[in-house]
């Protein structure tokens, strides 16, 4: 979550490198907590192993077959419970995110549960309501779904893991390569508060604050967003393990372009600023649970944004920076001092079980 | 997976009065691995809290919506290989299984990936192996997926969450309540190989064995039963955790029916046999990856058989027996010795992470 400091040019040319690669390798000898966290490990152990075993071209949170997206999430968040939500909301959430973000309105989901042993059943019963009211909120039916049980110690309370089908939207075009240059970057809103309130709900830092995680269904907002930009809106993707900065080069790397980002211009609130500068980390890499990247054609930008801000969660929804084709592959942030550095990609895991 | 000796009437009438009641309230205070053992737990769970919650009424192993068939797994077998098979092909066959028994051609799946810190990259290689080999096996995409990382010690090495879609097939009827009395009672071949096999190779009893799982998929099987019996082919079942036994009894609860199974005429293998009688359990409650149950109208049960019996894996699918009006929600066995008892549903957690 941490951005490494970067102001020689040889580090950006070696970096310019690296992204204009083939495919990475999986050579890792033992899986660790970085092949997890979202960042590169987690970009190496998918491109690298899963993509090439299961034939998966282009990589998106949502595969589609026959106009039908699907998706599949796991959910280990820890705690359990935090401000704003807990585990059954964010697997709600997470999932019907994840078929917005392919332009498919969320149908059905299914839930697997992997419980402990021992696992005290009023919580289970919170879970299992959490998750029906998500499901309720976001309009999707839970369809069915497995429960396994692991013996004490095998598992962490609980992990959840959920797959969630939708019917693309006929207005939808949405994918990787059709970001062009002049496209413009929007955010839907302030960025990096589900990732700093578990660090808060974590007591891994002395803030007394009251801020809660973003989890939200972010579908209301892609409605909102294809009906004002139909095929103006050219891709999106939800801001979750990695934060924006995570998604940005995800993208980038498979657009082929480059992302120029003004710091300035990204909404964050004063809680998660004051988190971010105690801990030294860049709220440009810290989840969030109900925020969207968005990429649409400059001259409907603004009504793109209009459209947004109406949506409940998005009333501070942002341009935030533009494509451009040089360097491609790579994401350029623009510092509120007139600077300029490379937001590369996450290395290791600074921030483990954060969803 | 031990039935219990039934043999004093008391014993049947309370057992048939508590078929008759209404559905079971959940309310244990705790987890324990019976709840994921597929026995009256697990139902408890499922009817007293998961199906009210989301408001699901029929329960099967997949849920269908506007003809599309959804399914979800976890998978947590211990070991992760076993004679056979291992986790990924389970992690395939169990769920095109569930969709096959909806009637539906198993069309995609997604698999998520709960990994422990630590584990070692060559055992996830062959297991992300295995899943492209089952997966092209059984004639379906792995679409995308999702991998998250638990700390060291917080999971056992790896567990699978699946998902999978499939289209209901136009000639499939199926549904537990299409169960009427005279229809006949097929399985698709000896049972009790994947329980015995993990057993075996758990290293739990002192037999020196060549046992395999019969991990499969079944949708040739149920293909080769539409296409000879149609709507006639009233219900299927796979017969995993808890066995033949359970599916007979979640069925005839579901169905208001009754069940007369012959024991003479269930097929089993002789390792299974000796296994079973080594270790005082009753075949019919180990769990199988690649049978299944199927109920059919009579004057075509010939015929079904002989397809089925046509498909690999099934040549020694048998009819075992047929349902009765009476006792609803009952199934009774006739013993080799002519006698009559009650297979009730399984009671604790004789063989956790099966599956």
Redesign the interface.
Known sequence: MTTRSVDRETRVLEIIETARAKRPR?R??????????GGKA?QT??EG??AP????GEL???????N?A???????VKPLRFPGGSIGELAVNGTVNDLAMAGARP??L????????????DT??RE??A??RA?RKAGV???????????R????QM?L???G?GFVDPRAELAPHRIVPGDRVIVSGPIGEHGTAIMLARGEFDLDAELQSDTRSLWPAVEALLQAAGADLHCLRDATRGGVASALNELMRAAGAAALVREADVPTTPIVRAASELLGIDPMYVANEGKLVAFVAPQIAGAALEALRAIEGCERAAVIGEVAAEPPGMVLVETSFGGRRVMDQLVG?PL??IC
Chains 1, 2 share one sequence.
Not at 28 to 37: F, N, Q, V
């Open positions: 999986f890792d000898e033992r899986i660790t907590l970085a092949h997890g966290a987690t152990l998918i192993l899963l075993a299961f034939g998966i998106a949170d949502a595969g589609v077959v026959e039908i699907i998706t599949a999430d796991g959910f280990v149908l059905a299914t839930l697997t549960m992997i419980l402990e042993e021992g696992l005290d059943a289970l019963r299992v309501e998750v029906a499901a039916t839970v369809v069915g779904g497995d429960t396994k049980v692991v013996e110690g095998a598992a962490d992990y893991s959920t797959m089908i895991a483990p079980r």
